[in-house]
């Protein structure tokens, strides 16, 4: 490591490492996603440390496995244990019932709980205490998401003085939703004690700007607007909008490997002669699922000359599989499934496949491979890198994206995309017309445009970008 280069010290709500059982044996098994990909090496460069919940009923026990991994992966793991409450109220109470909803632009969904709230505070207070065990001069924490956007404070009172960035992987919320969240002041007040605070587009910032303002009117609004500095009492933080991305070159390999062209055969051999459609997918509320569904079945009763032409693959990612809400809302997706493939099916042909599993990343890029058409329509999204996933694996320049303007994804996409409003279902269902009959020539024009986009803002440039702005460079070699 360089002379005074500093380490750099990642917080997220979990470490970037999954818990393996099989049998009697435990393991543990590196994450998988673009941050950690991104992220990995240059912690190995700077003898880095990952700090998280290791999601682990085994709690100590699972701690030597860690350190093992360590050893392998070139940067130290730093678990912090969560008790069931600490779980059940901290993560799925405040965070998942009160935050998510909340900066999804769906109050609706919210629950205000002082009880959750308080708990919050406890354990973002346990992240920042452990943190600050490993913190030394010269170093930069770089706190990940709305789980802990108190980390900063808590650093502060632990005596903390280093430079400390936070990004927000969702959206943040104009001022008249943030506004109905009774400890606005507290959170907004804890987002100044970083350095940086980055957000994934433009839009996000200017709301913070804007809640800033309606907070702490004293608060002053510095610079360029593309590079703004409030000055909070004195005290400067810079903001900044920093859309993350994937890892390109991965996702287009494996698209061109042998595993996935075979895929892509058999996929083409069950549904031959015909166009597909392709939604992906967790399982939530912000997603859009039925409306994408109530969209398909206005486009097969407006253009009834398509069916049995054309099918909706819609594949959804099992998530809080324990919260009733969850299970309520898997079990009206799968009705109106059921209620749409009755109603049109016919000999050869059902108009939607519904998957419900995590799918393998090879299985997974066989379907954006074999899919014509992407229908991604979040009702918001921080970014959606589905969609950037589906561009990257389009390794032939065939395809078409259809795309929320509410995905964050949308801002850098929308030249080559086709940019629908979800819950306009009459106007994405004539989308997808549009998309069905797109000449080849305009869809290589598109996609290629869309390709490079993607490729040149990847997620590695994400990093450096990031770091830049925090003042730590990544090292070239």
Sequence with gaps: MPSG?????????????????????????????????AMAPVLRDRGGTWAGWDGDPLGEASHDLLEDHSTSAGYRLKPISLTRRDVSEYYHGFSNETLWPLFHDLLGHCRFSRQNWNTYREVNRKFAQAVATEVEPGDLIWVHDYQLMLVAKYLEESGVTGRKAFFLHIPFPPWELFMRLPWRAEIIHALLDYDLVGFQTERDR???????????????VKGHPRRQVIDHGGRLIRLGAFPISIDYEDFNRLAGSPEVTEG???????????????????????KG???????FEVFLEKYPDLQGKISLVQVTVPSRTHVPEYQLMKENIERTVGRINGRFTRAGWVPIHYIYRNLPRPELVSYYRSCQIALITPLKDGMNLVAKEYCASCVEDLGVLILSEFAGAAVTLRKGALLVNPYNVEHVADQIFEAYRMAEADQMQRMASLRREVQRNNVFHWVESFLTAAGKPVIQH
């Excluded at 709301?207 to 907070?215: E, G, K, P, T």
């Excluded at 058999?266 to 967790?282: F, K, M, Q, S, Y």
């Excluded at 699922?289 to 969209?295: D, G, K, S, T, Y």
């Design 206 to 220: 200017r709301n913070f700007i804007r809640c800033v303002r309606s907070c702490f009117p004293l608060a002053r």
């Design 289 to 295: 699922i039925p409306q994408r569904l109530e969209a």
């Design 264 to 286: 892509v055969r058999l996929i083409h051999e069950t549904a031959p002669n015909r166009r597909l459609v392709l939604g992906v997918d967790r399982l939530d509320y912000t």
């Design 5 to 37: 280069a500093g380490k750099i010290l990642i917080v997220s709500n979990r470490l970037p490492i999954r818990i393996v059982r099989e049998e009697r044996q435990i393991s543990v098994e590196p994450g998988s996603g673009g941050l950690v990909t």
